[in-house]
Every structure is written in C-alpha cells, then in structure tokens.
C-alpha cells in the first residue's frame, strides 16, 4: 500500500525553530509537497522537492531524503500565525498521496 | 478568475436529499481535482479531471457520488440520497499543465447531513 506518516500534533514557542517529519511508502515517486492549513481554511502550497537536499524560503525549509523516503519542514523565527496544520503530499505515479497533517501549536 | 472559487461555502441539507457543490477553478487551469475533508482529518482524494475527461475516479466513495466538467471548466459534484457520513469540507483545486502539482484551493463546501 501507499503510506505518508506524519506527527499527529507539535508544539513549539514563538521566536524558536521547528521541524516536521514526514516518511513515505510509496509505489512511485515524482516529488514531495508540503502545503499549510489555517483553520477553516483551504491548503496553500508551500514547497516543493523532488531531489535530494535542502530547499530554502525565506523562514521555511524543506528537505528529502529519497533513499530514506523522509522529508522535513523547518520552521524558523516561528510567529504565532505558523499556528496551523502542515500536510506532506508525495506524487505516485503522477497522483498525489497526502499525508493527515500535523497541527503546530505555537505558544508566546 | 482570480483564484477557485466554490459554492455554495455552507449547505445543510437532509439526509436522502440530492446536493450539487460547483467548482470554478482558475481561468487556464487544465487539471481540477476533488477532495474531501472530515474534521481533523486529512485530505481525501475523490476525483480528478484532465480537461473535461476524468482519467481518475478511484476516490469516489460509492455509486452515489459523481462529477461532471464541462467546457474545460467549471466542474459539479453530485452527491445523491445524501447520507450523515457524508458531512465534510468538500474542497476543490486546480493547477496549470506545466505545474501539475502545485495545487490551488478553493476555500471549500462545508457540507452538514442533517
């Protein structure tokens, strides 16, 4: 079967850094997603890697690992409105297979 | 348009009742998807349209649930004899040919069965 793992729910401190993991058992691979929920919102794209390495923007960063089938989100300088649900999506053969979430908690 | 757009945002209806959600994705977006929402939940893959084809429809939960996408554009979903388990977010996203995968949302029906 198709599986993306993800922590249920995190919580961190305004100001400081996160990372969100996400591991992978896919039949196919054609790049990872990670895309932010607001509450009663619907998901924006966030990144996007499909090689190995770090992808940096701005405060956030994603990284892939294909041999390990793990990706993380960083998070820096986290401010309160990061308080949100982060969703890890793999394509697999060309559909998209999303992960549950994780809710980040930020507290002051 | 600007970006998707979605109605109705609420629907509340009973349980047997037939309801259509309409999808109006961005202007020049070939591919629309479905998915489906529960609360707290992940995304759930119902459908997705290539043009007005719909090369994948392995979501659909059951024979009660269809889609049509007319003109390349504007996309229904149908849910017929709604039942309880039916209550969710029903979102909607599109994206370009050449970037299949960066997917932009509408901001959702919220479907209640009563």
């Known amino acids: 079967g198709q599986n993306i793992d993800q922590p249920t729910e995190m919580t961190a401190t305004e100001g400081a850094i996160v990372q969100i993991n996400c591991t992978y058992q896919t039949s196919g691979f054609n790049g990872l997603f990670w895309y932010q929920q607001h509450a009663g919102e619907a998901p924006t794209f966030l990144s996007y890697?499909?090689l190995d390495g770090l992808e940096e923007k701005g405060r956030f960063s994603s990284f892939l690992s294909r041999s390990k089938g793990y990706s993380y989100l960083l998070l820096k300088e986290l401010q309160m409105k990061d308080s949100a649900s982060y969703l890890c999506?793999?394509?697999?053969?060309?559909?998209?297979?999303w992960g549950a979430g994780t809710k980040l908690i930020i507290k002051p | 348009g600007a970006g998707v757009s979605q109605s109705p945002s609420n629907k509340v209806t009973e349980k047997g009742k037939d309801v259509e959600l309409r999808c109006d994705p961005i202007?020049?977006?070939?591919?629309l998807y479905w998915y489906r929402q529960s609360l707290g939940q992940g995304l759930e893959f119902l459908i997705y349209f290539q043009g007005n084809s719909a090369p994948d429809k392995s979501g659909l939960p059951s024979d009660r649930f269809s889609a049509e996408r007319t003109g390349g554009s504007v996309s229904t979903l149908t849910i017929q004899r709604t039942q309880q388990e039916d209550s969710a977010v029903y979102l909607c996203?599109?994206?370009?040919?050449?970037?299949?995968?960066?997917?932009?949302f509408g901001s959702g029906t919220q479907l209640s069965v009563l």
């Open positions: 202007s020049g977006h070939t591919a």
């Open positions: 996203a599109s994206s370009r040919r050449q970037d299949p995968d960066k997917l932009f």
């Open positions: 999506a793999v394509n697999s053969n060309y559909q998209l297979i």
């Open positions: 890697n499909v």
